[in-house]
């Protein structure tokens, strides 16, 4: 295991972190101000809460923020906050075995542009994408069923979404303020979206079926469907 703040201040430019490494305490590359990329071996299961906080920030960094994963990772869990505030990170392939995405854990990750959502994940939490003001296309897996309360908020990139079969709830201000999100495919599994979910989003309209929870909510907010 590699400990908390293992690494603080240390005037380094990458690291490639040896195969008998299983787990990352807190702030570990806190203040590494030169640091331009990490490799996270494949024997890593578990990044916990802020691991990267403090890492490849905007004035801070003068080089690109990367983070790689080796082949055949073992990662499950990304803990909350783990990459936030990772204002330089652009790009970010998260491993398949993924099943769990803490809370704003890419919270104001500005720079990061696409993601793919592994397939074992569940839940979008809460303000898990939030302010990923360059986010232009995120993939969402089958076997989603929630998203999360301001988890896309501030997405001012984001100009369409596919919502999975099996979406039950949009939680409020999911969608809050992507200012150009025109469409929205909803299927028929949504069951409750929340009053605010796409708060300040002026150009969205909801795609899906007449008589669901879509439809109605499209109409009760003036949205077009």
């Known amino acids: 295991s590699i400990g908390d703040r293992a690494f603080r ?25 030169s640091l331009e990329s990490v490799e996270i071996p494949a024997s890593v299961t578990e990044i916990q809460t802020d691991t990267f906080d403090e890492y490849f920030d905007a004035d801070a960094n003068e080089g690109s923020g990367n983070v790689t994963f080796a082949e055949g990772s073992a990662l499950a869990s990304i803990g909350d906050n783990a990459f936030a505030g ?13 099943t769990e995405i803490g809370r704003a854990a890419f919270n104001g990750c500005r720079a990061l542009r696409e993601v793919t959502v592994p397939t074992g994940v569940t839940e979008i939490e809460d303000f898990t994408f939030g302010v990923c003001a360059s986010l232009r296309e995120i993939h969402l897996p089958e ?34 303020n992507c200012q150009a999100l025109a469409k929205v495919l909803v299927p028929a599994s949504v069951e409750s979206i ?32």
């Open 9 to 33: 201040g240390c005037d380094i430019t990458s690291l490639i972190l040896p195969s008998t490494v299983k787990s990352l305490g807190h702030k570990v590359f806190q203040a590494c101000d």
């Open 86 to 98: 990772c204002q330089k990170l652009s790009s970010l392939q998260l491993p398949e075995g993924v």
């Open 143 to 176: 076997g989603l069923t929630s998203i999360g309360a301001s988890a896309f908020t501030g997405c001012a990139a984001l100009t369409q979404i596919v919502l999975p079969d099996g979406v039950t709830a949009l939680g409020a201000r999911a969608f809050n």
């Open 194 to 225: 929340a009053e605010d979910a796409f708060q300040s989003s002026t150009s969205v309209t909801l795609y899906g079926y007449a008589d669901t929870a879509a439809e109605t909510f499209a109409q009760a907010n003036e949205i077009a469907f």
